[in-house]
């Protein structure tokens, strides 16, 4: 017998499918189209992991199955390759960003190519290609000509460490994301995008495609819609008044003190003499949290002001404290506070010893959001609080001191960064002509070189001390301008990559009609659950907006979001280097075959749950393999009919296999897979059409051996555009059902009947059975129950 060795088979087919170009999508093709998408990786220096395995290998077999049932399929892959990782790398190695990205890709190549997935490498995109960034600086210069790209001064997240600004999404638990370092906050003019423009549309447009529920969730949680009114406070002895944005203005007769962002520009100037030592202390220690830590703290904080603001519905005068936990960034960085009927301000409240007023009665806890009625609120009394809301705000607006309104927790987003190592901003910067954008014909804009790039303590990018580079002539006068230095985020190439794989050689337009018309939207798009609210929103984002700009055919780029689960080290822990549970999937490549890390990591659990990795499961998988190689070696497959059982089993196994790929349940395929290997004839001839079906439904999880089997067959071509086989629904019919035989109610047997038995015969055959006979005799049958194909019953007296 001929041994399986997974080494020679898989670099086989690996050259036969590179020679032959086997998955290169035809833009012209007549078949119907098929878009899988997945996230494209970041090429670190350590190489690819076993999580990575798992959803490309798992898209891989949906890709695969896809093109056998006749559809043209776009299965991209490219690098996501600017960002923050490979400066640092670059810092501490002295190797330069361009050398180190092209040594990781090149690493990344070689080990997704052992892997045998089915990539078109002929639409390969790289984010710090000029001639892909030339495409996200064109799209920056269309979101600035239309007023979506602008710039402010404002407080931003800095970390210490990376010497960067950071967007919110990007600090957690008050650390760099990137580096877990400390973050601060500092005033600094940054580059926006006005995503906030987009936040309705954002929210709305989720009911127009097919995203896990968890997803969208996410996304309507993070955008943080909320319906409200926008109320005028007068501050006492202060000319100017203070905006107050509050979803519940029924509750205003029981505003009791008012609550502002330490960083509001109003607050140094109305704070009194006595409390300016105090309140200025406050500033600089909430300067040194991040807004997640603020808003996450135990404990409640805060200063008084020693000002006073006048509730505007009763002209009472209520303390002005500050407080961490209101942000400038939310609302209009100051907050009326309810104590009676606000948790968090409750808490304030019995801390320093502020006063409540209930003013809504009949609520079990007085902390509900709806319900109850109106009490010690003048015109509000006896009404509902819905009706007191509507009430309220039409009042407000009758007294012209505020109006309904509409507010997000989303804000805009910031797209600045003081690195190198990102695509350049395509702006100048003219004394005469102020802000201007770089001609188009002037695109790309690329980066220079520089000696170093490191960060500057000043804040500044690495490209500020290029003065060669910095200086230039001002597009509009001719007069001397300095360019933009701040760089771009690593998820502005993120942003649109999908439309550019499309048409990725294109150099005239980021991808033409034709091929966008034909390819967009992305029928299956599947990533992992920590981009739900950076990239995912930020991409969407991105595309309504060429839509708008009718650059694009459709509002929503992707028809249906997924997301698989991590894989976890052995120890149930997070795979990390400094763990030492690193698993390197070259090494299980190299020893027990590509087939067996697709089919373990697909078969190991459920697509979207953490599942621990496993190397006896591992060696299961291969001896599995090994089966079927065997099976495939010592049996002489000829034109014999197989019998009607295992043409039932065979037929259950296309149907299931099928319907799990289409479902994501790649597992429970992989199992039904086993079954029907342990039902396969044990003589030693068996028919040649099963085992082409065999092949044909192994090819998406172990496409090397399928296509060596498919040869052994007597096939000289690859079966990877073969036909999926069909099922013969005659032989999805069980020729025995079983009868649960339950008495008084409660099951007492079970037994089988052929299919075609009737009734009375069902019944008499139930009575007869030996665990049911018992309760039947000396009693009286008063009813019998039936329930074709499932169930006899009896009450018996």
């Keep these: 017998m001929k041994p399986y060795d997974h080494k020679a088979l898989e670099a086989k087919w690996q050259k ?31 190489g690819l992991h076993v999580g990575h395995v798992r959803s490309y290998a798992a898209l891989d077999a949906v890709s695969r199955k896809k093109r056998m049932e006749g559809f043209n399929v776009l299965y991209p892959i490219g690098w996501d390759a600017f960002g923050l990782p490979t400066e640092n790398y670059a810092i501490k190695t002295k190797i330069h960003p361009v050398v180190a990205t092209e040594k990781n890709i090149a690493t990344y190549k070689r080990q997704l190519k052992s892997l045998g997935l089915s990539y078109d490498w002929s639409r390969e995109v790289n ?20 007023g979506l790209a602008y710039k402010k001064k404002m407080p931003i997240n800095w970390c210490l460490s990376c010497k960067i600004g950071l967007a919110n999404e990007e600090v957690v638990n008050g650390q760099c994301e990137r580096c877990g370092g400390d973050v601060e906050k500092r005033e600094k003019e940054q580059w926006m995008l006005a995503i906030t423009k987009y936040a309705d549309r954002l929210i709305k447009d989720l009911d127009t495609v097919d995203y896990l529920e968890k997803i969208k969730a996410q996304q309507i949680n993070w955008i943080g819609r909320s319906e409200g009114a926008e109320i005028d406070f007068e501050i006492e002895g202060q000319k100017e008044k203070i905006k ?13 003190y008012f609550v502002m962002a330490p960083e509001h520009p109003l607050v140094q100037k109305m704070c009194s003499t006595a409390q300016k030592k105090e309140v200025e202390a406050y500033i600089k220690k909430c300067a040194t949290e991040s807004e997640l830590a603020r808003q996450e703290a135990k404990t409640k904080t805060g200063v008084f002001t020693g000002a006073y603001a006048i509730n505007p519905v009763n002209k009472e005068k209520i303390p002005v404290w500050i407080a961490d936990y209101v942000m400038m960034g939310y609302g209009t960085g100051a907050i009326m506070c309810v104590p009676a009927h606000d948790e968090r301000d409750h808490e304030f409240a019995e801390k320093f010893k502020l006063p409540i007023v209930e003013v809504i009665e009949g609520l079990k806890n007085p902390f509900e959001k709806t319900g109850g009625k109106m009490k010690n609120s003048d015109f509000l009394n006896g009404l509902t609080t819905e009706k007191a809301i509507v009430t309220m705000i039409d009042w407000v607006e009758k007294q012209k001191i505020g109006e309904r309104k509409i507010n997000y927790k989303l804000r805009d987003w910031i797209f600045s960064r003081q690195r190198y190592w990102g ?8 004394d005469k002509c102020g802000e201007v954008p770089l001609p188009e014909s002037d695109l790309p804009l690329e980066l220079p070189e520089v000696p170093t790039y490191e960060p500057t303590d000043t804040g500044e990018s690495p490209l500020a001390r290029i003065e060669e580079w910095v200086n230039c002539a001002c597009p509009t006068c001719g007069g001397k301008a300095k360019r933009e230095t701040d760089t771009m985020p690593n998820w502005a190439g993120s942003s649109w990559y999908f439309l550019r794989y499309t048409d990725s050689h294109n150099d005239k337009a980021f991808a033409s009609q034709k091929a966008l018309k034909y390819w967009t939207p992305v029928d299956l798009y599947n990533g992992g659950m920590e981009h739900t609210t950076l990239h995912l929103l930020y991409s969407r984002f991105w595309h309504k907006f060429l839509y708008d700009c009718k650059l694009v055919p459709t509002s929503e780029p992707y028809k249906k979001r997924i997301s698989h689960g991590m894989v976890l080290a052995e120890d149930g822990r997070k795979m990390s280097k400094s763990f030492g549970n690193v698993i390197n999937p070259d090494e299980i490549v190299k020893e027990h075959g590509a087939d067996t890390l697709r089919m373990y990591e697909m078969f190991m659990g459920p697509f979207d749950q953490a599942i621990a990795w496993d190397s006896g499961a591992l060696m299961g998988m291969r001896r599995f393999l090994e089966r079927i190689w065997k099976f495939f070696q010592e049996t002489k497959f000829v034109e014999v009919c197989p019998t009607d059982d295992f043409r039932r089993v065979l037929n259950q196994s296309i149907k299931k296999v099928t319907d799990d790929l289409n479902q994501f349940k790649f597992n429970t395929a992989i199992s039904q897979l086993m079954i029907l290997m342990n039902a396969v004839p044990k003589e030693k001839e068996c028919s040649i059409h099963v085992a082409k079906k065999i092949c044909l439904i192994l090819a998406p999880f172990a496409p090397h051996m399928a296509e060596e089997l498919w040869g052994m067959l007597g096939h000289d071509t690859s079966l990877a555009y073969e036909k999926w086989p069909e099922v013969n629904p005659k032989f999805l019919i069980e020729d025995t059902v079983t009868y649960a035989v339950q008495i008084n109610g409660k099951l007492r047997a079970d037994f089988q009947t052929p299919r075609e038995m009737g009734k009375d015969e069902v019944i008499a055959l139930a009575k007869e059975q030996d665990k049911v006979r018992k309760y039947l005799d000396g009693g009286k049958i008063v009813k019998e129950i039936f329930v074709l194909g499932k169930i006899v019953g009896f009450v018996v007296k």
């Design 16 to 46: 036969h499918w590179e020679e032959q170009n086997t998955f290169q999508a035809d833009d012209a093709s007549e078949k119907p189209k098929w878009y899988t998408l997945v996230e494209f990786p970041y090429p670190s220096g350590a």
């Design 127 to 146: 984010t710090t290609d000029p001639r892909y960034y030339k495409w996200t600086q064109w799209i920056f210069l269309q979101l600035y000509k239309k």
């Design 244 to 256: 107050v944005f509050t979803t519940r203005p029924d509750t205003l007769f029981g505003a009791t």
């Design 423 to 430: 695509e350049p901003i395509p702006i100048v910067h003219c």
